[in-house]
């Protein structure tokens, strides 16, 4: 370098490490795209993989992956990270599966990857005994075992499950593996359309995980026909296909899905055209109504009578919840369900625990991944086990808020090292 370029590029990327110091992530990304323009073409990996890092912890998982793929930085654990954000959870199963089909099997990204592209089975629907379920820690998540053996099951990949189980069991707690593959060898345990669900979402992005696809078709199976299915933030319609999927093996009740469908910051950009695709594609325009509106406008103007579910997955702000929950309370039927994604998340959680919970006409039925299902009128509501729930509910945001503070923890301390090794080269 010559002629001021170097003191160029040192002084950006000076003030973006700076920024990044004070906090202002922002600022710290547009600092170091300026140094670009002065950077040794020697550096640009390692500045791309500042850039992502930078990226990922403002939340611009778009553009971090199109760095990713356009400078071909092949550092699959932050591409299915990043996947897992975008709600691309085919792509992190394509690679699970080239993980293990190929000679480079590597343990750890490949239990990264299968924590990433499942949520663990947490049912607590009926017959499963609450108190004995195990303390749920999505740090454990992405170690655990129970996704590989779940993902390659729901993939149909039996044989491969079973040619992977030495080396599975090798390094994992065996029992758990075994158990699974003993309750799974008969794959009959599970209804096929379980297995057709998650086929016909395989394509669909979203963060729905399969148990809570299959939780929300399971509870509109139930719905009787005179009664509505509402659903609040449907984005490209992996939620609204399992909700329609489960209204036709049952009573067929309509589906009214609502969402504005501007797309999600850093995530997508409008999402109307492929949600129709995707309901199109599957012959299910015909039984859901799209509400492209925000959910307290057509709540109040509502006149299709009684909600027999109602499912929330729209902001996930207090306030904004709250709105979504006081503008359909009202059209709630008897013993109608009421369903609440991102249950771990703070504004949900807060609802649930601080107004839902103290509410005697709404009885807590159970939790699935981030699932909490709600039932009213029941009268069946058993008050010693509202202290279990509300536990339940704490133990759960802590531990989302304490993998999302590691997380971040673990993006910045990368984004140091980069910095000082940029620096301590010139
Ligand atoms: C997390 S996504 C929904 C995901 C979806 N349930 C699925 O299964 O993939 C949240 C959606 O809520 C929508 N949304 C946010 N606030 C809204 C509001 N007030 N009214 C209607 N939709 C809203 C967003 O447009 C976005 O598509």
Redesign the pocket.
Known sequence: MNDGTESKFLSYLDESRRSFKNGDYINSLIQLEKSFDFANQKKEKEMIKLRILLRELVGDYVRALEDIKNYDISDKVVECVLLAWT?EYKRIQDYILSAIDGSNFNEIDLSKFMGLAGRRIDLLINNIDLEKTPPYDPIDEIENPECVVEHLLALNKCDLLRDIENKIIDSYPKKMVIDKLERYNSLDTLPKEHFDLFKDLTYVN???SIDEAWTLFYFSQQVPSKQKIVE?????G??TISLARGSLSGSKPKVHS???????EGISGP?LNTFKDNLKSRYLLNNVEIHK????VVGRSWEEGPIGLLFI???HEYK?VLN?YLSWKEHLGEESFVLF?DANMKGPNKLIREKILNDSDMEPIGYMDSLFVFKKNTNSRDPSRDDFWDIFLSDREYAYEHWIDSQNNKIRKDIEKIFKDLESDL
């Not at 609502?258 to 999600?264: K, T």
């Not at 509106?293 to 307290?296: E, K, P, R």
């Open positions: 709600g979203g963060w729905l609040i933030g449907a984005w490209k992996k939620s609502i969402d504005i469908h501007e797309g999600l999402t509106d925000y959910s307290t997955d729209a902001s904004d979504d994604h």
